[in-house]
Nanobody, 114 residues
Framework: QVHLVESGGGLVQAGGSLRLSCAAS????????MGWYRQAPGKQRELVAV???????NYADSVRGRFTISRDNAKNTVYLQMNSLKPEDTAVYYC????????WGQGTPVTVSS
């Protein structure tokens, strides 16, 4: 019944920007933590950014200063604003929303060309 729908991925040039969205629908309950992960070909899935219900954020060292995570509680949506994109940011990006359970989005590909 709970669905996480991601959007905003695509192909961009290095130095460009992209904004990812992840909207939760259904009987999801009280949302605690929302976050973004990514997985590049041949690599493990890694944490990109998280935001708590109180608005505290944390970022991977590789994206800190370039990416901004935010949430709209009224819309049950988490965003990832990605600026100054680099080719090494190329990956499939996954949204995760945590209540008493963990829910994952379907993944949205981001490709950054050099």
């Amino acid at each position: 019944q709970v669905h996480l729908v991601e959007s905003g991925g695509g192909l961009v040039q290095a130095g460009g920007s992209l904004r990812l969205s992840c909207a939760a629908s259904g009987s999801i309950g009280s949302i605690n933590v929302m976050g973004w992960y990514r997985q590049a070909p041949g690599k493990q899935r890694e944490l990109v950014a998280v935001i708590t219900s109180s608005g505290n954020t944390n970022y991977a060292d590789s994206v800190r200063g370039r990416f901004t995570i935010s949430r709209d509680n009224a819309k049950n949506t988490v965003y990832l604003q990605m600026n100054s994109l680099k080719p090494e940011d190329t990956a499939v990006y996954y949204c995760r929303i945590t209540t008493t359970y963990n829910y994952w989005g379907q993944g949205t590909p981001v490709t950054v060309s050099s």
